[in-house]
Nanobody
């Protein structure tokens, strides 16, 4: 079992920055990919970013490219999502997830992930 705990959410004004963290513990499978998803009220949960086990490969949704950066620490126990130039449309609950690294397209689907955190709220005001 893998336990994921997110932190770092909050409220910021448009143009501001936040850094989310996801601490992983428990038994993991290698290779596995860590992803960030988000869900706004009344919307589907959508892919934001993902990072491979080695940290070499990173994947982003088009609407966050150039603004968000995903990274992981050398111990591979924590994944970060640095969010800059935030927009009101980035407002959502952000979830961390872990799953097998199958292929580059599959990891953008929430169905690829076996384990999820509880989510952290990000609110961006205009």
């Amino acid at each position: 079992q893998v336990r994921l705990v997110e932190s770092g959410g909050g409220s910021v004004q448009a143009g501001g920055s936040l850094r989310l963290s996801c601490a992983a513990s428990g038994r993991t499978f290698n290779p596995y990919v860590m992803g960030w998803f988000r869900q706004a009220p009344g919307e589907e949960r959508e892919f934001v970013a993902a990072i491979s086990w080695t940290g070499v490969s990173r994947y982003y949704a088009d609407h966050v490219k150039g603004r968000f950066t995903i990274s992981r620490d050398s111990a591979k126990t924590t994944v970060f999502l640095q969010m800059s130039n935030l927009k009101p449309e980035d407002t959502a609950v952000y979830y961390c997830a872990a799953g097998p690294h199958t292929d580059d397209e599959a990891l953008k689907s929430k169905n690829n992930y076996n384990f999820w955190g509880q989510g952290t709220q990000v609110t961006v005001s205009s």
